[in-house]
């Protein structure tokens, strides 16, 4: 079994080698600060961009105290509290690093979006390596996966390559759902996870319509601002997941 293990991170990382190897890098497209909806209401500049982000702090801190008040979301496994607190601190996070970057979009700025986002991603990786393959493998892979996350920003930051960041965005986005439905849940109410991810998918649509929405919608609401309220109904979800579940089967 470990041998095995091992072999499956040494595939890993030579897949990641070659993939960096035999694909060019991707720099930072300097049109993605110019967002449809630049407005300033009450001295805020790109208002709505900026207030969009409050959802993910509320729900980051609620997710939060409940982690730790009596166990309400009844976290049976080792690991799961460090993974989940983990989750809520890089959602609560966000509200404030994306506000901070979109008063002042520029490349320096978007450190602080991106590196609490990926903090969440990462983090749920490891949850779902807890619940549905090994909780110790799970437990301890949490802090090398938080590691990978902010190597990628850096990564980008001094090299002006996204692929890391790429990989650490979108790997998730497919071994989630594949998890999900895959592998047999511990818990009830896994089909969250599964609402999750189509908020999700739905939010990087909205991302990518940023302008073609704001002119749908004749200049009322941007692509952009929409991306962040479907981006925070993910934990909203998973949130009301661990409220709602009960065990399925002890592992």
């Known amino acids: 079994m470990e041998n095995r293990n091992l072999m499956i991170w040494i595939v890993a990382i030579v897949c990641f080698f070659v993939l960096m190897f035999v694909t060019p890098s991707i720099p930072q497209d300097q049109d993605y600060h110019n967002f449809a909806d630049q407005r300033k209401f009450l001295g805020i500049p790109n208002t709505l961009n900026v207030i969009s982000n409050i959802p993910f702090f509320i729900i980051g801190v609620i997710g939060l105290v409940l982690c730790y008040y009596k166990n309400f979301f009844k976290l049976s496994l080792k690991g799961e509290l460090c993974g989940w607190t983990f989750f809520y601190i890089g ?58 996350g902010v190597v990628s920003i850096l990564y980008w930051r001094f090299f002006d390559d996204l692929r890391p960041y790429a990989i650490v965005q979108f790997v998730p986005c497919i071994a989630i759902p594949v998890m999900a439905i895959m ?69």
């Not at 969440?120 to 892979?141: H, L, N, P, Q, V």
């Not at 940023?210 to 934990?235: E, F, R």
Request: proline share 5%.
């Open 91 to 148: 959602v609560a996070a966000v509200g404030f690093g994306s506000s901070y970057y979109h008063l002042k979009p520029n490349d320096a700025t978007l450190v602080w979006d991106r590196l609490p986002m990926t903090i969440a991603f990462t983090s749920i990786i490891a949850i779902f390596i807890i619940e549905r393959i090994d909780e110790r493998k799970g437990t301890y892979s949490i802090i090398p996966l938080l590691l990978v």
């Open 183 to 251: 592998l047999p849940p511990m818990y009830t109410h896994s089909t969250y996870w599964l609402w999750a991810a189509g908020f999700y998918l739905l939010a990087k649509v909205e991302e990518a319509a940023d302008d073609t929405i704001y002119n749908w919608t004749y200049h009322i609401v941007s692509g952009h601002t929409l991306k962040h309220l479907c981006a925070a109904m993910v934990p909203v979800f998973l949130t009301l997941m661990l409220a709602k579940r009960d065990v399925l089967h002890e592992r």
